[in-house]
């Protein structure tokens, strides 16, 4: 069974400061990567997409992938309060399906 | 963004009976729509894959004729939840896929059903 994993925290981290963010997953073909954010009630909510090795920045977010280790997490950096939700981890289960294996999510409280 | 609306976003309703759910793509033609399912605390997880004008694809453990799914056009996917149980209460949330463009895949807002 495919499988996503992440700390589900809650990661608690000063207004200001970086937040690290991390996923494995068991599938080694998959190609696509994803992180979600998602507050109560709501619908998930795409903060960045990652399909190769490597580092990708967007603003205040860096996605990094390492498909050897079957790894993938998201920095934010400067840390708001208002980035406080559940972040979620997602996984294509490959060949551009867009079916998504998701992890539980790690809860993110920034304490301002 | 493209948009998908979904509704009803909250639904109550008795042990029994059966309850329709609607995940339309405005503003784009929805190559394929997936509907998924969260419980408290629990990850999204992937009920079933729907493309227009074709059967839906479940997901093990998911009964077919219970989660009946219906995508008759590119732009409309319906989820029916029949004879509906307390253990179907749940977040159901759809998702559609764009065929063109740059980001591929938005979701809905939910629907929060509630089964008594």
């Known amino acids: 069974q495919k499988e996503v994993e992440q700390n589900s925290g809650p990661l608690s981290v000063p207004e200001g400061a970086i937040a690290s963010l991390n996923c494995t997953y068991s599938?080694?073909?998959?190609?696509?990567f994803f992180w979600y954010r998602q507050y109560s009630g709501k619908s998930p909510e795409l903060i960045m997409s990652i399909y190769s090795n490597g580092d990708k920045e967007d603003g205040r977010f860096t996605a990094q992938l390492n498909k050897a280790s079957q790894y993938v997490s998201l920095l934010i950096r400067d840390s708001q309060p208002s980035d406080s939700a559940t972040y979620l981890c997602?996984?294509?289960?490959?060949?551009?399906?867009?079916?998504?294996?998701f992890g539980k999510g790690t809860k993110l409280s920034v304490i301002p | 963004g493209a948009v998908v609306s979904q509704h009803p976003s909250r639904v109550i309703c008795k042990s029994g009976t059966s309850v329709k759910i609607e995940c339309r793509s405005l503003?784009?033609?929805?190559?394929?729509m997936f509907w998924y399912r969260q419980f408290p605390k629990q990850s999204l997880m992937l009920m079933a894959t729907?493309?227009?004008?074709?059967?839906?694809?479940?997901e093990q453990g998911v009964e077919k004729d219970k989660f009946l799914i219906n995508h008759a056009s590119l732009t409309l996917s319906t989820l029916t939840v029949t004879s509906a149980h307390p253990e179907d209460s749940s977040f159901y949330i759809c998702?559609?896929?764009?065929?063109?463009?740059?980001?591929?895949?938005?979701f809905g807002s939910g629907t929060q059903l509630s089964v008594l």
């Open positions: 503003d784009f033609q929805a190559t394929t």
């Open positions: 997602a996984v294509d289960r490959g060949a551009g399906s867009y079916q998504l294996t």
């Open positions: 599938d080694r073909v998959s190609q696509s």
């Open positions: 729907s493309n227009e004008g074709s059967k839906a694809t479940y």
């Open positions: 998702s559609a896929r764009r065929g063109r463009g740059g980001e591929k895949l938005f």
